[in-house]
């Protein structure tokens, strides 16, 4: 049996569990970094998705990409479930009806702007009410043995009702992963982005950033008056080597 000698394989759990195994059924046994590694990436998926969403319009609906080819109620299920602690089968589900994904996404919207852009604390109604204040959260999610109890929260229940999980996929994200939502710097765009580059990252795009350097230099009085001294420096100069040359 291959297996790396001296390292011990840790099993890596979670409150809203991961892969640990069930009864009846071997659970995947992988390293902590394995599971911090993929659970990074589950995370940063559902949660650019998710920025897109709760900021999407009928002109700028929610890129293909970040749909994975699902349909909006398909696409919730899968951000919603990704945690469940039971082997969960999604043909069982029905669809979700187009009322109750206005209802979440606007609940969505709800607490991103308060949390992530205002730093407001939010009572989330879970069975038992959770509060979220600002970081740095008090339990981290990767102590294996020590997850904060009041997230322990009845599978079954949670599995079939779809709003009750994506709540609390969402809180869970906003938690966690918060910090690294940034608000674009961009007076115009202010748009929500997933800060992938650098922490400090200021503008969601490219262009935003050009457009702030742009405005900053022409809000400079004596913009053009620079622009035209340099101007007539270099033409000074090069008149002055013209004439330097012709003697
Ligand atoms: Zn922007």
């Known amino acids: 049996m291959a297996r790396k000698q001296g390292a ?3 099993v890596a759990r979670n409150a809203i569990a991961y892969e640990f195994p069930q009864a009846g059924r071997p659970g995947r046994f ?27 319009t009928d002109e700028n609906p929610v890129s293909r990409r970040q749909m994975l ?10 951000f919603a479930y990704k945690f469940l602690p039971v082997p969960f089968d999604f043909h069982n589900v029905a669809e979700i009806a ?34 979220l204040d600002w970081f740095p959260p008090k339990t981290t999610w990767n102590e294996p043995d020590s997850p904060p109890k009041e997230w322990w929260v009845d599978a079954t229940t949670v599995a079939q009702d779809p709003s009750a999980a994506f709540v609390l996929r969402l809180v869970d994200l906003l938690e966690r992963r918060g910090r690294q939502i940034g608000v674009c710097a961009e007076p115009s765009c202010r748009r929500l982005f997933l800060k992938l580059k650098r922490k400090q990252q200021e503008y969601h795009s490219a262009a935003c950033s050009q457009k702030t350097r742009d405005a900053k230099m022409h809000q400079q009085p004596d913009f053009l ?10 033409v000074n100069r090069r008149k002055g080597l013209a004439a330097t040359n012709a003697e």
Do not use: C, N
Request: no cysteine; net charge positive; hydrophobic share 35%.
């Open 98 to 131: 187009p009322r109750t994904i206005s209802k979440l996404r606007a609940l969505a919207k709800r607490y991103v702007e308060t949390y992530i852009v205002r730093h407001d604390p939010i009572e989330v109604p879970i069975k038992a009410t959770k509060r």
């Open 225 to 234: 008056e620079k622009r035209r001294d340099i101007y007539h420096k270099r």
């Open 8 to 10: 011990p394989e840790s």
């Open 30 to 56: 992988i390293t902590q970094a394995d599971f911090d590694r993929q659970v990074e990436l589950d995370d940063f998926a559902d949660l650019m998705w998710l920025l897109e969403w709760v900021q999407s």
């Open 69 to 78: 080819g699902m349909t909006e109620s398909g696409r919730i299920q899968v």
